[in-house]
């Protein structure tokens, strides 16, 4: 249920932080107050210290590494394998191909084999984990000033499954950051439960049941299948997780110049809704209904609470109340957290990414406001 192995996994969380989502109800965790120590985090991951091992993939028959009957079946079929009674082993029939294969094993007991996979199969080490999460910590740190905590840590399953959160506090810095007042939850399996992930969700993981709800039930920002390009998508994941933190520095600065360019009702009605819009159909008839429509919705979504009173007549406000209305009248589809893809989008700006209206007033917004664009002649 909770698949915490005792004597061989551990698991640290924080219970007191109110990121975390849940005490520590499983009463099999080590329990901080605030924040968990890095060397505590590195020791838990395997490591350091007396417990540390990596996890290694081993020619089949490697030092009296055995495979299990179902580890094999899973592999190969049954056409290749025959399963003997006796202490549960595999004898392969002589046409087998068994160089394809490897074994996955944990270097602290290489008898205990994690899982059977192709020599393709690309081994993620804990160490990505930490990686990947530093590199979080860091670009909030330095874009941001503000100070990440590490809210649980561990490993599941006898080690097979390998986790870290984060946790990304209300903090004022933060204002327009997508994962503001959520969770990072970080995971990697080594028996294919799932590929490297990190997931943005409103708790912690703890165990196993936290571990399938908060990443295997999850939309994933980062997704690194157990291949041999793992190597080069770490490097992108690395950018991506960056990114959601210097993707909101670069947004405030956008805001603030926008902000100060004013946009009186009769442009934003005319001129920045026809860039948005096209040209109004001059034919009675459907065409000319869904424009007057959308064009009315648009009008509504400015003055509407979303959009406060005092950013109305400012060309962030006519950002915000096209955006506005085109995230409210559809569904983000892929199941991503709609606010990180928002800003995504956003500041990529890509007229190809599922937000054409956003990015047809940006365009109308560069000409109509080339001095908010020059990065070097404006400074925040």
């Known amino acids: 249920m909770h698949e915490i192995h005792d004597n061989i996994d551990r698991v640290v969380i924080v219970t007191g932080h109110p990121l975390s989502g849940m005490g520590n109800w499983h009463r099999k965790g080590t329990v901080y107050d605030s924040s968990i120590p890095w060397p505590v985090v590195l020791e838990t991951l395997g490591m350091d210290g007396d417990q540390a091992f990596t996890v290694e993939k081993l020619p089949i028959w490697h030092g009296g590494n055995r495979p299990t009957t179902a580890e094999l ?25 068994v160089e394809a294969f490897r074994a996955v094993a944990n270097t602290a007991d290489l008898n205990d084999t994690f899982d059977c996979v192709s020599a393709t199969y690309e081994v993620i080490q804990n160490d990505t984990l930490t990686d990947l999460a530093e590199v979080f910590i860091e670009a909030a740190q330095v874009e941001r000033g503000v100070t990440i905590p590490i809210l649980s840590a561990g490993t599941l399953r006898a080690r097979r499954l390998a986790f870290l959160s984060l946790g990304l506090p209300n903090d004022d810095a933060l204002d327009g950051l997508p994962a503001r007042g959520q969770a990072l939850n970080l995971g990697t399996s080594h028996d294919r439960t799932n590929p490297l992930m990190a997931c943005l969700a409103s708790t912690i993981v703890v165990c196993g049941n936290t571990y399938r709800a908060n990443l295997l039930g999850r939309p994933a920002e980062v997704q690194i299948r157990h291949t041999a390009s793992a190597p080069m998508r770490v490097e992108l994941a690395r950018m991506v997780l960056r990114d959601m933190i210097g993707a909101a520095t670069e947004l405030d600065g956008q805001i603030h110049r926008l902000l100060n360019e004013e946009l009186p009702s009769q442009l934003f009605g005319k001129h ?108 925040v």
């Open 73 to 97: 079946k899973d592999a190969f079929g049954w056409s290749y394998a025959q399963s003997f009674s006796q202490r549960g082993w595999v004898v392969l029939k002589a046409d087998a191909q």
């Open 272 to 379: 920045a809704l026809e860039a948005v819009l096209g040209e109004r159909p001059a034919d009675q008839g459907r065409g000319r209904t869904m424009y007057d429509t959308r064009r009315s919705d648009i009008i509504d979504e400015m003055m509407s609470p979303r959009v406060p009173a005092e950013y109305r007549n400012t060309a962030w406000g006519g950002l915000m109340a096209v955006q506005g209305w085109e995230q409210h009248s559809r569904t983000q589809r892929g199941g991503r957290h709609r606010a990180a893809v928002a800003v995504e989008k956003l500041v990529a700006n890509r007229a190809a990414d599922g937000y054409p209206a956003a990015h047809k007033y940006m365009e109308w917004a560069r000409d109509q406001y080339p001095q908010a664009f020059n990065l070097e002649a404006v400074t």
